[in-house]
């Protein structure tokens, strides 16, 4: 009988805490993330799934907790080890984050010109393959000021994945775009993770991308997991909460009188 394959946890994170000064951010997070799926970390406004995003990059230091990136823990790391776990994976950013002054190709050849010794012309064979994949072939030499929105979106793609990274994680792909290059951009995510057995962490706040793109879904509200599981499960979920975040149903809160007097005369 033929064993099954057991399916590694490439991300871990266990009972973390955040805070912005006084202000608590993310409230006793667990989550594990599997090899080789996607999964979708959405949530409204101010839901914690940015600052939940930034501290598995590293970049926000959490008040407590821990996050494994490929059984390694990442907290606590000085510079240099936090450094070289970040060159297994690529990151896109929600608005791009391309250098307006540097071309496609000088952008996308940015992360080799930074961790490795390659020759120009290995460079540029790679930047070509990527461009390829993102389907952007021919576009190396134009400047920023002359893509649209999603055209941005797909060479950040293209940086991000320029090392083949084992993990690669996305602000907001869909953000600013019209449906249909939206949908273009779902189905080149997915078939990233077809063809490279790429990990994918996606944040996001549309719900017709999620659904499109998720293994699994991990909703958050006010800086807690509301459920973790597959679209189906997210979809039945009877979770008021959840339920009201797929519906778009505004939350009904009642304010207690004596609070909100406080909370105006800055006397609580």
Known sequence: MEKKKTISEVIKVRDLVSHYGERQILNDINLTIKQGEVMVIMGGSGSGKTTLLRTMLGLNTPTNGDIELMNKSIIGLSTPELYKIRQQFGVSFQGGALFSSMSVRENIQLPLNEHTRLDQKTMDIMCRLKLEVV????????????????MLKRVALARA??????LLFFDEPSAGLDPVVSAELDELIVKLKNAMNMTIIVVTHELESAFRIADRITVLDQGSVLITGTVDEVK?????????LLNRRPRNENVDADEYLKRLTGSM
């Open 161 to 166: 994945i320029i090392m083949d990274p084992k």
């Open 135 to 150: 389907n952007l072939s021919g576009f190396e030499n134009l400047m920023p000021a002359e893509l649209s929105g999603g």
């Open 236 to 244: 039945n979920c009877e979770n008021e909460r959840v339920q009201n």
